[in-house]
């Protein structure tokens, strides 16, 4: 069970740079996986939980490559350019 919700997820993460939220299809997700629509249903009950899913995930790999950008050694700026640089 935790891998299909897994595959779905990682199917999400590479459909979603070039569909975004609203071009983000069930169907192509659970495609991409190699499951069907309804396990898709099963394991987030809609789009919109799977979405909430994904992007916190999305969002908290962002937040801690910046928190890794932002306490590395060396004076302020650096690490400013550090940051910005990973957004």
């Known amino acids: 069970s935790q891998n299909l919700d ?4 990682a199917s999400g993460r590479a459909l ?3 569909a975004g939220c609203a071009g983000l299809a069930v169907r192509a997700v659970a495609e991409h996986a190699g499951v069907t629509p309804a396990m898709f249903h099963y394991h987030f009950g ?7 899913t994904l992007l916190q995930r999305l969002y908290d790999e962002m937040w801690a490559s910046l928190e890794g950008s932002a306490v590395r050694e ?8 550090a940051a910005l640089g990973t957004m």
């Open 46 to 52: 809609s789009k919109e939980e799977f979405l909430r």
């Open 16 to 18: 979603f740079p070039e």
């Open 6 to 9: 897994q595959a779905l997820l």
């Open 74 to 81: 060396g004076p302020p700026l650096v690490r400013l350019r």
